[in-house]
């Protein structure tokens, strides 16, 4: 079965220390999801791209996060400089159509972020 | 304030036994998404709803579209322990995000 791929799936670091999360899609999607869950919060979705372009990130705090897609194979989410209350699991979805987020998401594992 | 509220947040059951998950909102949806979580995995898609009253069967669980288009609801028929997991609902507003709930924790006891 095809899967959405996310590496690392842990990462430790010190608060300031630039994180880079990467996620494969599934071969042919054409829309990436970016979401974060917490305890607290529940699943949040940060931003998402169809085609590569970015199409909403308003979930996303603008000043130490971004997200890319440098070609369709890969989308980054980084957090420059990070803090303690970045500690999460962070999703990747992909999926394929012209509908927006109203179609199957396909997740990944995660990778769950703790920082110190 | 959570958009789609789901109840209860943590179920224990025995197995063998009926219950029933709710996800309520006052926003309507234009389709809602079901999915289950397992501990260190991602969720996984299990049904989507899309017309107001429908009703669609997965094996022993069913799920329900309220017929305004604003709540849902789980039912699952005699429970096994492999039912266990995070329960979580998602609701689409237009075309644009997916909004989830908290989840239900849902433990099925042999």
């Known amino acids: 079965d095809a899967r959405v791929t996310q590496t690392p799936r842990h990462k430790v670091t010190e608060m300031g220390q630039e994180v880079t999360m990467r996620c494969q899609p599934i071969l042919g999607h054409n829309t990436v999801f970016w979401y974060r869950q917490t305890m607290m919060q529940g699943l949040e979705l940060l931003a998402y791209f169809r085609n590569r372009a970015p199409l909403d990130d308003s979930g996303m705090p603008k000043d130490r996060f971004s997200a890319e897609m440098p070609d369709a194979t890969l989308a980054t989410l980084k957090i420059q400089p990070s803090e303690p209350r970045d500690s999460a699991v962070y999703f990747c979805?992909?999926?394929?159509?012209?509908?927006?987020?109203?179609?199957?998401?396909?997740f990944g594992d995660g990778t769950r972020l703790s920082i110190l | 304030t959570q958009l789609l509220e789901q109840s209860p947040q943590f179920l224990s059951i025995q197995e063998g036994e009926n219950l029933t998950v709710y996800c309520n909102s006052s926003?309507?949806?234009?389709?809602l998404q079901w999915y289950r979580q397992e501990p260190g995995e991602g969720p996984v898609l299990l049904v989507t709803v899309v017309t107001g009253g429908e009703v669609k069967k997965l094996k022993r669980l069913t799920f329900q579209f309220g017929d305004a288009r604003k709540d849902s609801s789980l039912h699952i028929t005699a429970a096994q322990p492999g039912d266990t997991g995070l329960y979580l609902c998602a609701g689409v507003r237009g075309a644009q995000k997916l909004v989830f709930g908290q989840g239900t924790r849902l433990t099925i006891n042999p």
């Open positions: 979805a992909s999926g394929f159509g012209a509908q927006g987020a109203n179609q199957p998401q396909h």
């Open positions: 926003s309507v949806f234009s389709s």
